[in-house]
């Protein structure tokens, strides 16, 4: 059985509770109980609204819209405020021909060319997604060599149109290192 406690305890109790209606400011209490014991606050009924959850897919596709915005360069678009495509005069005819890329300048862009780099940053994403569904080992043969197929050709032409964009930027870009390995595959095939 528990042991009784005292009044000098419970007194003590009291006197340390913040909560205790004894401690308190006296013109608190008064405009705290005074309005409450003339006005009755209404009885409401309001419900917590109710979310739900977005579906998978539409979180994927955001995700992926956030992901081609990233990498498409809106940013620097944003605060540089550069043109949407250039132009250049043909030293022949004189004519004014549009230009996509900033030639030269690895830390320049038009928007066109950030879209465009940035579409092909997303259609190789969406290749290895693809791969990765091809996987699947409760999936039909036939579906999983048509991801395989689609994934691996949207990551090789991903690949080689952004180095063909990296070309056309920075026209000596990796020569050398193409230049020695093309020549030893030559090299090897003629031997």
């Known amino acids: 059985m528990a042991p009784k406690p005292d009044s000098h305890t419970l007194a003590a109790a009291a006197a340390s509770d913040p909560s205790s209606t004894s401690s308190m400011d006296p ?78 300048r690895v830390n320049g862009q038009y928007i066109i060319e950030g879209l465009s780099s940035g579409f092909m940053f997303v259609v190789g994403g969406v290749g290895i997604i693809l791969m990765d569904l091809a996987l699947d080992k409760n999936r039909a043969k036939s579906v999983k060599v048509s991801y395989a197929t689609a994934g691996i050709s949207s990551v090789v032409i991903a690949y080689v149109m952004s180095m063909l964009f990296i070309r056309i930027k920075i026209p000596a870009y990796l020569h050398w290192v193409f230049r020695v390995f093309f020549k030893s595959i030559l090299d090897t095939l003629l031997w």
């Not at 979180?59 to 550069?82: A, H, K, R």
Request: charged residues 10%; glycine residues 6%; proline residues 14%.
């Open 27 to 104: 013109l608190f209490l008064l405009l705290n109980f005074l309005p409450y014991s003339i006005l009755r606050p209404p009885r409401l009924r309001l419900k917590l609204p109710t979310f739900t959850l977005p579906s998978p897919m539409t979180v994927f596709s955001l995700v992926l819209l956030t992901y081609f915005m990233v990498v498409s360069g809106i940013v620097y678009d944003v605060i540089v405020e550069p043109p949407g495509i250039g132009s250049t005069q043909d030293p022949y005819t004189g004519s004014v021909k549009p230009l996509v890329f900033m030639p030269g």
